[in-house]
């Protein structure tokens, strides 16, 4: 047993029935050429021979004397986390994303590892999808990302183990017990941290206060506007996915000298833009979009390894080239000031540049004076193919988390030659989400003709709440 970090254990304090604080990914594969019906039914019965997990899957949360631990599973029961699940016909991606989209609203038992997985089948073509849902406690997204690619092989011949049995190398929830340090050893320890950390709160104190009085191009927290996303929310959840082609925005990057996420912020700027208009709800000002960081590449350490950056959304500027210009302009100011902290410092930035969000949901004050408007991540993921016992792993769709005044979240992930978007927000509080996948295509072609691309080939969509190419096909 061993205590969570304080920003692993923020996600379970922050946990309520209104705002699961679980991260997902929704898997489409098409089973080999082939396969007889029963495919599915044999997969799961394979992995069903695998009982015993591994960490972090076999880690349930301990609450004791005011610290959350991880503690192993002694009656760890594989069916309650394996469920198996069929669409109503007639199986669209309608269907699925539905589907999808009340799993993501229901809590976990805390009684149990913190993960679920749900095989679904009735897709057209054979085709079925994976849902995994995990504590974001447990891993952060691209943890989770990684994990999955290691779950996965490069070729149909290959065989893995499932994910919980899988042996993913070192976790927080796999250490062993180790002699304790000694007094003099650990008060070294606090004192190398305490000069790393203490500049990070403090510049981030710093960047509040100069919130308050002057406008940079460098977004800083509460300078963002109130939106109808800055609400309480309920525990109701609607998820829209869909995917494009990944040349587009290399195209548009190539074309502007813009970066890869900086166009990505750029497109869902405009979907934004196109979703509050009709609602007489756009701000004069900008929206502010939290824009996750991450560190595992300067450490070996699990859990969440993540700090943030603020990105000024350029929502109010009708050009979109120029909105573009305003975006890398406050990402490059942002990135710039990161490059120069360590990872200690990094992290205590953005985890104060945050801590205000804790008061003001509290008392309701994020609704008028939001420390940002949303959640955009962009989580990297894999180039080549991979198979799932010879299944071809189609799309890839991350599902994240809304939070009270921070009702909609929209994450990217990368696999292949194709980005998948995933729009995760409140039912109540984000009404008529399915839009913003017409308007995310409303927005790339924008950027094209602007950029001069109107020629550009256009790859059609893989998933969306309306229709599926694999209906289309068949």
Same mark, same amino acid.
């Given at each position: 047993?061993?205590?969570?970090?304080?920003?692993?254990?923020?996600?379970?304090?922050?946990?309520?029935? /209104?705002?699961?604080?679980?991260?997902?990914?929704?898997?489409?594969?098409?089973?080999?050429?082939?396969?007889? #019906?029963?495919?599915?039914?044999?997969?799961?019965?394979?992995?069903?021979?695998?009982?015993?997990?591994?960490?972090?899957?076999?880690?349930?949360?301990?609450?004791?004397?005011?610290?959350?631990?991880?503690?192993?599973?002694?009656?760890?029961?594989?069916?309650?986390?394996?469920?198996?699940?069929?669409?109503?016909?007639?199986?669209?991606?309608?269907?699925?994303?539905?589907?999808?989209?009340?799993?993501?609203?229901?809590?976990?038992?805390?009684?149990?590892?913190?993960?679920?997985?749900?095989?679904?089948?009735?897709?057209?073509?054979?085709?079925?999808?994976?849902? @995994?849902?995990?504590? #974001?406690?447990?891993?952060?997204?691209?943890?989770?990302?990684?994990?999955?690619?290691?779950?996965?092989?490069?070729?149909?011949?290959?065989?893995?183990?499932?994910?919980?049995?899988?042996?993913?190398?070192?976790?927080?929830?796999?250490?062993? #017990?180790?002699?304790?340090?000694?007094?003099?050893?650990?008060?070294?320890?606090?004192?190398?941290?305490?000069?790393?950390?203490?500049? !990070?709160?403090?510049?981030?104190?710093?960047?509040?206060?100069?919130?308050?009085?002057?406008? @940079?191009?460098?977004?800083?927290?509460?300078?963002? +506007?109130?939106?109808?996303?800055?609400?309480?929310?309920?525990?109701?959840?609607?998820?829209?996915?869909?995917?494009?082609?990944?040349?587009?925005?290399?195209?548009?990057?190539?074309?502007?000298?813009?970066?890869?996420?900086?166009?990505?912020?750029?497109?869902?700027?405009?979907?934004?833009?196109?979703?509050?208009?009709?609602?007489?709800?756009?701000?004069?000002?900008?929206?502010?979009?939290?824009?996750?960081?991450?560190?595992? !590449?300067?450490?070996?350490?699990? !859990?969440?390894?993540?700090?943030?950056?603020?990105?000024?959304?350029?929502?109010?500027?009708?050009?979109?080239?120029?909105?573009?210009?305003?975006?890398?302009?406050?990402?490059?100011?942002?990135?710039?000031?990161?490059?120069?902290? +360590?990872?200690?410092?990094?992290?205590? #930035?953005?985890?104060?540049?945050?801590?205000?969000?804790?008061?003001?949901?509290?008392?309701?004050?994020?609704?008028?004076?939001?420390?940002?408007?949303?959640?955009?991540? /962009?989580?990297?993921?894999?180039?080549?193919?991979?198979?799932?016992?010879?299944?071809?792993?189609?799309?890839?769709?991350?599902?994240?988390?809304?939070?009270?005044?921070?009702?909609?979240?929209?994450?990217?992930?990368?696999?292949?030659?194709?980005?998948?978007? !995933?729009?995760?927000?409140?039912?109540?509080?984000?009404?008529?989400?399915?839009?913003?996948?017409?308007?995310?295509?409303?927005?790339?072609?924008?950027?094209?003709?602007?950029?001069?691309?109107?020629?550009?080939?256009?790859?059609?969509?893989?998933?969306?709440?309306?229709?599926?190419?694999?209906?289309?096909?068949?």
């Amino acid at each position: 047993m061993h205590a969570l970090s304080p920003t692993d254990s923020a996600f379970m304090w922050l946990e309520t029935r /209104n705002q699961p604080m679980h991260v997902a990914g929704l898997n489409i594969y098409t089973p080999p050429a082939g396969s007889s #019906h029963d495919y599915v039914a044999a997969l799961l019965a394979d992995w069903r021979k695998h009982l015993t997990a591994r960490a972090p899957f076999n880690q349930r949360p301990v609450f004791k004397l005011g610290l959350w631990y991880w503690d192993e599973d002694k009656d760890f029961d594989l069916d309650y986390h394996l469920r198996h699940l069929a669409l109503p016909k007639p199986g669209r991606i309608r269907e699925l994303l539905a589907m999808v989209s009340r799993l993501h609203g229901n809590l976990m038992d805390r009684n149990r590892p913190l993960w679920e997985c749900y095989v679904i089948e009735g897709l057209p073509c054979g085709r079925f999808a994976i849902y @995994t849902k995990i504590h #974001h406690a447990l891993i952060d997204g691209v943890t989770g990302a990684r994990m999955m690619v290691e779950s996965l092989s490069s070729t149909p011949q290959g065989y893995k183990q499932p994910l919980w049995a899988g042996d993913f190398g070192k976790h927080p929830t796999a250490r062993q #017990h180790t002699r304790p340090q000694g007094l003099l050893q650990q008060i070294l320890e606090l004192a190398k941290a305490g000069r790393e950390i203490l500049p !990070g709160v403090g510049a981030s104190i710093w960047d509040m206060v100069r919130a308050q009085v002057e406008e @940079t191009a460098h977004a800083m927290p509460f300078q963002a +506007p109130p939106t109808p996303f800055n609400v309480e929310i309920s525990g109701s959840r609607r998820f829209a996915a869909q995917t494009y082609s990944l040349s587009r925005f290399k195209r548009i990057g190539q074309a502007t000298g813009a970066t890869i996420n900086d166009v990505t912020l750029a497109i869902c700027a405009g979907a934004l833009r196109r979703y509050l208009e009709p609602q007489k709800a756009l701000p004069r000002k900008p929206l502010v979009a939290m824009v996750p960081v991450s560190l595992h !590449g300067e450490t070996d350490q699990g !859990g969440n390894q993540v700090s943030l950056l603020l990105a000024k959304l350029g929502t109010h500027i009708q050009d979109p080239l120029k909105r573009l210009a305003s975006i890398v302009k406050s990402t490059g100011e942002a990135k710039k000031r990161l490059s120069t902290m +360590p990872r200690l410092q990094k992290l205590a #930035h953005g985890a104060t540049a945050i801590s205000g969000m804790g008061p003001a949901m509290v008392t309701g004050a994020a609704r008028k004076y939001p420390p940002f408007n949303l959640v955009i991540s /962009n989580v990297p993921g894999p180039r080549e193919d991979l198979y799932l016992d010879g299944s071809h792993l189609d799309e890839v769709y991350p599902v994240s988390i809304p939070t009270h005044y921070l009702a909609l979240n929209i994450t990217i992930s990368g696999y292949g030659d194709n980005l998948g978007f !995933g729009f995760i927000a409140c039912r109540r509080s984000v009404p008529s989400l399915q839009r913003m996948l017409d308007y995310t295509d409303q927005s790339i072609a924008e950027l094209e003709t602007a950029a001069g691309l109107a020629t550009a080939p256009k790859a059609p969509a893989k998933a969306r709440a309306k229709r599926s190419a694999t209906a289309k096909r068949a």
